[in-house]
Every structure is written in structure tokens, then in C-alpha cells.
T-cell receptor
């Protein structure tokens, strides 16, 4: 079965550079979530999108932006990278569905993208 | 391979009833286990975090249990409310606190 695809899996950048992470949700999933996990820390929620609109915002820095496109894939753009941005970035997708849909709101996580800022 | 399996996948209950969600994991070594509540389209909210030595932890009407020997955890919700309708995600952290996510249980509470 298709899973959530994240790319790239690994990325190395210099300070003050920009980086873009991509997330391709499971087909027919309409909601995407982004999480950041720093070394030795628990995952932190960054931002979510439902039907291409931002639905919630967590601890996402102003230097970061994200969007969900018409094909439901999402991109997380990070600018002016700092050493502290080095982390694993997870994406998850789900389908809102209806109360009768047994698969509704079941999250599937991608394998993550590891960003290293030097 | 580290895995976190949650059951049931979805659950519908009547308001005021109790329910129990299950989480089985194969993550090793084990650092901690968290239960999150995630409203549809919103960010997750941490309910409980448990380490190896903890068996039970409560947060209001939510009570989590952990059996590190059998690698099982449960989240018990007492006297359910309509606002409990959400996804409940079990996240188990292993070496270097790298998390393995369960797919969540979708809970719907009907009046």
C-alpha cells in the first residue's frame, strides 16, 4: 500500500541557506501535518493543512512557511537556516472523512526528512 | 523493525460511556511512550508521557497504563464527552528519542 512519501530523506545545508522539504500524502488524504523533532527531544507540531488551507499552527518559526498544493502534496520552506533547525521533520496525512468512514482521521506518518545545518 | 500498533482503528461510543484504546509496540530500546489527542485538522496535544518505570499516569479523565514487559499501553477515557471526539496517537520513543508513531485511533462520541 502507498505510504506517505517525504523527500529528501537527508539534507545538509549551511547556515543562512534555505531548504525545502516535500511531503506526498496517501492518495485521497486531504489533511497534512508537519512535525519537527530536535536531537533528544519529543516531536513538536509545526503546522497543518486541510483542503489546501492552513488549519492549525504550532511552534513554527517565522522563517518557515508551508503550503499544500492542488494535488494535496505539501512543502515546508525554511529560510535563513540556523544550527538549531537541525532536526528530523515528519509529515503525516489523514482523511477527514465522515463518522461512517472507518478510515477517517487515521494518521499515517512518513519516514521523516533529516535536516543537518552546518 | 520498530513498530507501534494501535487498536481499534476507529471507535464510536455514546456520551458518558468509558472506553479503552490499545497500543502495542516493538520499539527497542525504549525511552518513553506518549499519548496525544489530535482534533481533526489541528495539532496534537500531549495527554501523558510515561517512562519505563511508570505503570499508570492520569490526566483528568484520561488514564494511561504501561506494561514494559509485554510492551503494551492503554489509554482509558472515563465518562466520555462530545469534545473527546478526536484521533488518539501513541508515540513510542526509542534510542536517541527517535519516535515511532502509531496510526492513531479515531474516536467518535455521539450524544
Amino acid at each position: 500500500a502507498a505510504g506517505v512519501i517525504q523527500s529528501p530523506r537527508h539534507l545538509i545545508k549551511e547556515k543562512r541557506e534555505t531548504a525545502t522539504l516535500k511531503c506526498y500524502p496517501i492518495p485521497r488524504h486531504d489533511t497534512v501535518y508537519w512535525y519537527q523533532q530536535g536531537p533528544g527531544q519529543d516531536p513538536q507540531f509545526l503546522i497543518s493543512f486541510y483542503e489546501k488551507m492552513q488549519s492549525d499552527k504550532g511552534s513554527i518559526p517565522d522563517r518557515f512557511s508551508a503550503q499544500q498544493f492542488s494535488d494535496y502534496h505539501s512543502e515546508l520552506n525554511m529560510s535563513s537556516l540556523e544550527l538549531g533547525d537541525s532536526a528530523l521533520y515528519f509529515c503525516a496525512s489523514s482523511s477527514i472523512g465522515t463518522a461512517l468512514d472507518s478510515g477517517a482521521n487515521v494518521l499515517t506518518f512518513g519516514a521523516g526528512s533529516r535536516l543537518t545545518v552546518l | 523493525k520498530n513498530q507501534v500498533e494501535q487498536s481499534p482503528q476507529s471507535l464510536i461510543i455514546l456520551e458518558g460511556k468509558n472506553c479503552t484504546l490499545q497500543c502495542n509496540y516493538t520499539v527497542s530500546p525504549f525511552s518513553n511512550l506518549r499519548w496525544y489527542k489530535q482534533d481533526t485538522g489541528r495539532g496534537p496535544v500531549s495527554l501523558t508521557i510515561m517512562t519505563f518505570s511508570e505503570n499508570t499516569k492520569s490526566n483528568g479523565r484520561y488514564t494511561a497504563t504501561l506494561d514494559a514487559d509485554t510492551k503494551q499501553s492503554s489509554l482509558h477515557i472515563t465518562a466520555s464527552q462530545l469534545s473527546d471526539s478526536a484521533s488518539y496517537i501513541c508515540v513510542v520513543s526509542g534510542a536517541s528519542y527517535i519516535p515511532t508513531f502509531g496510526r492513531g485511533t479515531s474516536l467518535i462520541v455521539h450524544p
